[in-house]
């Protein structure tokens, strides 16, 4: 994000001195990662481990219920020994329910770094590749969906299909290993 906006800063403070010899070009970011089966496995075991996390959460939650309320119920004289029971079961569905937590979030890391890191470094090269083919002197990145500013498409040079091919010789040439292999 901060890169784009001081790329806008730049290409507006240079733009206003020599706008004529500027070649920008720009491409849809979204669309060159959607055409990676390699953004396709990373989306599809995110929303794996986020569905697994729900319900493991969902499934302490109810059990801390369940838990809470038998400590309730056994709260009374002459109770001691049931009531510390119950009150090291819910100490132990917490450090469970913050294990998990945990857990979640370094495998969350994991796939951000096996894949979504390795995507970038191919958008980078193809980019890099084809920005250099055109001799462009700006590219900007833009997505359709939750873009930060608009490209107008019959301006500039619209790269995204040749980044795209680059972008998938950069998947095939360097895949993203997984464990064991």
Same mark, same amino acid.
């Given at each position: 994000?901060?890169?784009?906006?001081?790329?806008?800063?730049?290409?507006?403070? *240079?733009?206003?001195?020599?706008?004529?010899?500027?070649?920008?070009?720009?491409?849809?970011?979204?669309?060159?990662?959607? @055409?990676?089966?390699?953004?396709?496995?990373?989306?599809?075991?995110?929303?794996?481990?986020?569905?697994?996390?729900?319900? @493991?959460?969902?499934?302490?939650?109810?059990?801390? %219920?369940?838990?809470?309320?038998?400590?309730?119920?056994?709260?009374?004289? #002459? &109770?001691?020994?049931?009531?510390? &029971?119950?009150?090291?079961?819910?100490?132990?569905?917490?450090?469970?329910?913050? &294990?998990?937590?945990?857990?979640?979030?370094?495998?969350?890391? /994991? *796939?951000?770094?096996?894949?979504?890191?390795?995507?970038?470094? +191919?958008?980078?090269?193809?980019?890099?590749?084809? #920005?250099?083919?055109?001799?462009?002197?700006?590219?900007?990145?833009?997505?359709?969906?939750? &873009? /930060?500013? +608009? *490209?107008?498409?019959?301006?500039? *040079?619209?790269?995204?299909?040749?980044?795209? @091919?680059?972008?998938?010789?950069?998947?095939?040439?360097?895949?993203?290993? %997984?464990? #064991?292999?």
């Amino acid at each position: 994000m901060k890169k784009i906006i001081l790329a806008l800063l730049v290409l507006l403070t *240079v733009g206003g001195f020599s706008a004529s010899a500027q070649k920008i070009g720009h491409l849809n970011y979204l669309e060159c990662l959607d @055409t990676l089966q390699t953004y396709k496995t990373a989306i599809k075991k995110s929303e794996e481990l986020e569905a697994n996390f729900k319900t @493991t959460m969902t499934d302490l939650q109810k059990e801390y %219920e369940r838990l809470a309320l038998e400590y309730e119920q056994n709260i009374g004289p #002459g &109770s001691d020994i049931i009531r510390q &029971s119950k009150e090291r079961a819910l100490q132990d569905l917490q450090l469970i329910s913050e &294990s998990a937590q945990a857990e979640y979030q370094k495998n969350m890391e /994991i *796939v951000q770094t096996r894949y979504f890191t390795k995507m970038e470094e +191919w958008l980078k090269a193809s980019v890099d590749i084809v #920005g250099k083919r055109r001799a462009l002197d700006y590219i900007l990145y833009f997505d359709e969906k939750s &873009s /930060i500013f +608009w *490209v107008n498409p019959d301006r500039g *040079v619209d790269i995204t299909n040749e980044v795209i @091919t680059e972008i998938l010789k950069q998947e095939l040439a360097n895949p993203v290993k %997984e464990p #064991g292999q």
